[in-house]
């Protein structure tokens, strides 16, 4: 049937074409509703058979949409979509020509019967030029990305933006190498449904090049093993080189010694040989460096590598004067420590990753930077890295950690809502932030976050200088209360100048402060240290009143500015902060802050008690375990496990897991200060040890191999888990977590289903280039978690590998999608295509119809009216129009018939005389006469019985009307019988 509609010498015709055909077997029920439609008796023979054809073109209606009617159209109208290759892989001049070619070929070629459109595509497709009866290709402003080649994803839009009804073509302008997806697929899709494939292979040849193909290292190595290296270096002619490998440890990134090479036309493979002693994960980058090369972006690759050793300890110090035993009793425990200072300290996930645990030894949140609060949280929730905190005064809500990244690692928070009874803390925030950048912006954020500290019961001020008010309150010192209040007026604050003198400021927070019944009392003062200093006897003020003043410098002019600011400070009893970021001053304000907030310290002699008997505590007796002279106050968060408590339920010692790794929380200190009777416990070695190894990180065992590899444009890992004695390990249910490349290291969740016996694979997407760390954990059988470190190096996109054409793949789809390799300046616009049908589906509308046709029928059976009152209506309506009088005629009235007479008459008679006679009785022969007969008639003389008028009228219309009905009923019987 489709043959035959295609060779018909006319186009542009129209048919009727069923879906469901079987339906129009219901069609029967035409005839018969005609055949029960004649037999009505009841209606007039106008309304009868009106009401027969609607009925009938109701039931046409519903049959034909049930069936599925649509509108079948065949015409030969061509669409063409050109699909340009945007990638990086064809050069600049090459896709210029492209557009020129694609405008001259539509310019010459295109006709009435004829449509074009382009889309342009390279790492994703988009439409530049819908299908239209022109072309007006000036310049592709399009941003499909570079980066890769997803011919897949154009045929697929194309064949979604073709229009109905068309002939269908797509011409493809490529060098045809795809580096996504499988266009091969899809123009077998494309080939089914009737559109034709052309290629113009884009030639890209002739440019020599030198890349590196790929660098390589083994997943796993033992400590201090030798390892090797390898880079596979790819020429297209003999050349000279230099190859420079970059490994990034602890300390940052070293490079090793460049080597020179020469590099023979094809693949190279160098060796290089390395050797670790110390575990971790460890990145290598590889670059290439050659005068034969027109490419940079593939000059350079990555590799990882995992050490496995033994385990190891990063020791950070915020107390180094006196916190002196913890890392020494470490090392005598047999775990190798390695102590940093804050200069020193790894800043980056690659570097933390390569130990098992991490001690913080009070210190504060101010002495780390933001990127590094949070790469302490990531290495605990993504790596498996322990984290161990040590208290003291400067830790915990003490040290700002009040709504950090790393308190949300910790068992731990540092908001006191347990507590029943607290002292009451004031703290007046003095803003001089105007001589550096966005300085009023910064105030109002430090003075937000300082904010955010305190608790609703505690006090709070905020002055700054005005250049119209001098000296001014934001807001008074006052009840923090629901914060909104306060949160509104420093938000509001935009006017802060450069106050001339310190003085009147701290007068103002002092007389507030010192009429306050708050137990601890604060004031925070920012500057670049250029005001005048206040009097001496205004300190001496401070200072017996015991309110502290905390200063900040920042941006300061010369050195003596810092001197008045370490003054202040000096002299009230508070702390001297000199900022050279102000990126830091959110997180001295909050430590400020913690100090002020209500019982953060708690200084009295306590003696911790056995709440849970975790494997810290593994032999030690309760009652063994010595008292401390402090802590600092924190709440248990709902998980956590709390071993030690102190005062009111305090936690001292608690602990849980955090993503994939674990952290602990000892919530005192480990020096002179609060744990004298802890250093000379004879227990103290076994407590630490124990806590610090149950935080490191699990390794796998070495029997469950990894693979990972790039799969489809996905990064893809398979686990072949295998016991000691070689049989599969089934239903561990692992799950990943993948932490891309900096400096982002977006972190993503990677699921692994089994997929054979021992065999879990999963796949997860790839972003940016470089090297994706992969931590995958599972439960054993007795019920502990291990581990699985590896990794993924996302080298140079494809793009790059690719200088010349791939022709013989560029054929195999030009034959698969039933078109040519084809010329830049070959006709595209050829109508030699089957030609096309568009379907419109016009059921919807008939069943519409059948419904508004199917009340109107029922109107003609029930409604009583005369055809002929509505004609003559429309002929006066019509007349009305200008130049209608002549053409029609004037209606004229018809006679109406009257029921009960012969004949027709317009009136009723006067002067009739009505004869009751016939089957008729007596009385109602003189009913009739009576309805009919005027009171001063002469009387009538009928057939069988002759009555006067006023005997008539004496008889009643009921009488009457039931004789009628009766004689009606009479006739019609006997008309019956007649038949």
């Known amino acids: 049937m489709s043959e035959w509609l295609n060779n018909l010498p006319f186009v542009n015709t129209y048919w009727i074409h069923f879906s469901y055909p079987w339906a129009l077997l219901f069609l029967v029920l035409v005839p018969y509703t005609i055949y029960m439609g004649r037999r009505i008796r009841t209606l007039s023979r106008s309304r009868k058979w009106l009401s027969v054809i609607l009925r009938c073109l109701v039931l046409i209606c519903l049959i034909a949409a049930l069936a599925g009617a649509e509108l079948v159209k065949i015409n030969d109208k061509l669409a063409v979509f050109f699909l340009l290759d945007r990638s990086n892989s064809i050069p600049e001049e090459k896709r210029e020509e492209v557009q020129q070619a694609v405008q001259t070929l539509c310019d010459a070629n295109m006709t009435a019967k004829d449509e074009a459109g382009v889309i342009a595509f390279g790492e994703d497709p988009s439409i530049e030029l819908t299908m239209g009866p022109s072309m007006n290709l000036e310049t592709i402003q399009s941003y499909v990305g570079g980066e890769q080649t997803d011919l897949a994803a154009a045929v697929r839009l194309a064949i979604a933006a073709f229009p109905q009804g068309h002939m269908r073509r797509m011409v ?73 490998l970059y490994q990034k440890v602890r300390d940052g990134t070293v490079m090793l010694p460049p080597a020179q090479v020469h590099l023979q036309k094809g693949e190279n493979a160098f060796l290089l040989p390395q050797e670790l002693s110390a575990s971790g994960f460890y990145e ?15 000059n350079e690759g990555r590799t990882y590598t995992v050490i496995y050793g033994e385990p190891s300890v990063l020791y950070v110090n915020g107390d180094p004067q006196h916190s002196l035993k913890l890392a020494p009793t470490l090392q005598e425990e047999g775990i190798k420590v390695a102590s940093v200072d804050f200069g020193t300290l790894p800043s980056s996930l690659a570097q933390l990753s390569q130990f098992d645990s991490v001690v913080l030894d009070n210190v504060r949140a101010t002495d780390l930077s933001n990127e590094q609060l949070k790469t302490f949280e990531a290495m605990v929730r993504d790596f498996g890295v322990g984290l161990v905190m040590v208290g003291g005064n400067q830790s915990y809500g003490a040290g700002g950690y009040f709504d950090t990244p790393v308190e949300r690692a910790l068992p731990v928070s540092m908001d006191l809502k347990q507590r029943k009874i607290m002292p009451q803390g004031a703290l007046v925030c003095v803003m001089h932030t105007c001589e550096f950048a966005d300085g009023n912006a910064w105030a109002r954020d430090i003075a937000l976050a300082a904010l955010d500290v305190l608790s609703p019961q505690d006090l709070m001020g905020t002055l700054a200088y005005d250049w119209q008010k001098g000296d001014s309150w934001l807001y008074d010192l006052q009840i923090v209360g629901d914060k909104s209040l306060m949160r509104q007026a420093l938000n509001g604050a935009v006017n802060i100048g450069d106050m001339p003198d310190v003085g009147p400021t701290l007068k103002m927070a002092y007389d507030a402060l010192a009429a306050s019944s708050a137990s601890v009392k604060r004031v925070i003062l920012i500057s670049d240290g250029d005001p ?50 102000p990126a830091k001053l959110p997180q001295i304000f909050t430590t400020e802050a913690a100090l002020v907030k209500r019982g953060m310290l708690v200084e009295e002699e306590v003696k911790p008690q056995v709440q849970y008997d975790s494997e810290i505590l593994r032999g030690l007796t309760a009652d063994a375990i010595p008292s401390v002279l402090g802590y600092v106050a924190t709440t248990p968060k709902e998980n956590a496990i709390v071993s030690l408590v102190g005062k009111e339920g305090d936690p001292i010692l608690a602990q849980w897991r955090y993503g994939l790794g674990k952290s602990i929380a000892y919530t005192s200190d480990v020096t002179s200060r609060w744990a004298p009777h802890w250093l000379a416990w004879d227990g103290f070695n076994r407590f630490w040890s124990q806590a610090v190894r149950w935080s490191m990180r699990e390794a796998s065992p070495s029997n469950f191999r990894v693979e990972t590899k790039i799969k489809d444009g996905k990064g893809y890992v398979k686990i072949d888990a295998v016991n000691e004695d070689g049989t599969y390990v089934n239903f561990l249910k692992p799950e990943g977590t993948v932490t891309g490349p900096g400096p982002d290291f977006a972190r993503q969740d990677v699921s692994l289903s089994q997929t054979a016996p021992g065999i879990y694979e999963g796949t997860f997407p790839l ?80 069943a519409a119809a059948g419904a508004c046709l199917f009340p109107i029928e029922i109107f003609v059976r029930r409604v009583v009216f005369n055809l002929g009152v509505v004609w003559v209506w429309l002929l006066v309506a019509l007349r009305k129009i200008p130049g209608m009088r002549r053409l029609l005629p004037e209606p004229k009235m018809k006679r109406t018939q009257l029921t009960g007479a012969f004949g027709t008459m317009t009136a009723p008679s006067k002067s009739f005389v009505y004869v009751a006679s016939g089957a008729f009785s007596t009385e109602g022969k003189a009913a009739a006469a009576a309805m009919h007969t005027p009171a001063d008639t002469p009387e009538a003389i009928g057939d069988d019985v002759t009555v006067t008028a006023t005997e008539l009228q004496q008889k009643g219309r009921t009488e009457y009307t039931r004789q009628l009905l009766e004689a009606k009923e009479r006739a019609l019987d006997k008309r019956k019988r007649k038949r």
Not at 546 to 573: E, F, K, R, W
Not at 809 to 821: I, K, P, Y
Request: include cysteine.
């Open 284 to 298: 290598y980058e590889a670059v290439i460096e050659s005068p034969n090369d027109t490419v940079m972006a593939n």
């Open 532 to 581: 005048a200093a206040p009097s001496d006897s205004l300190l001496a003020d401070l200072k017996d009143a015991a309110i502290s003043v905390s200063t900040c410098c920042i941006n300061p002019h010369s050195n003596s500015d810092q001197q008045m600011l370490q003054y202040v400070a000096y002299q009230t009893g508070g702390n001297y902060y000199f900022v050279s970021n």
């Open 172 to 244: 493809i302008f490529s060098d045809g190498n795809e580096t996504r997806g499988s266009a091969m697929e899809e123009i077998k899709l494309a080939q089914a449904s009737g559109a034709a494939v052309d290629i113009v292979p884009v030639d890209i040849g002739g440019a020599s090049e030198v890349r590196i193909a790929d660098v390589s290292a083994p997943n796993r190595v033992n400590a201090s093993e030798p390892f090797k290296v390898q880079v596979t270096v790819h020429a297209d002619q003999d050349s000279e080189a230099t190859l420079r």
């Open 767 to 846: 972003e940016n280039r470089g090297v994706y760390m992969i931590n995958m954990t599972y439960n054993r059988e007795d019920g502990s978690q291990g581990m699985i470190p590896a990794g993924l190096a996302l080298n140079y996109s494809k793009e790059y590998e690719y200088n010349s054409t791939n022709l013989p793949l560029l054929e195999q789809l030009a034959a698969v999608g039933g078109g040519s390799v084809v010329k830049a300046t070959d006709n595209p616009f050829r109508h030699d295509l089957p030609k096309q049908r568009s379907i419109t589906p016009i059921w919807p509308y008939l």
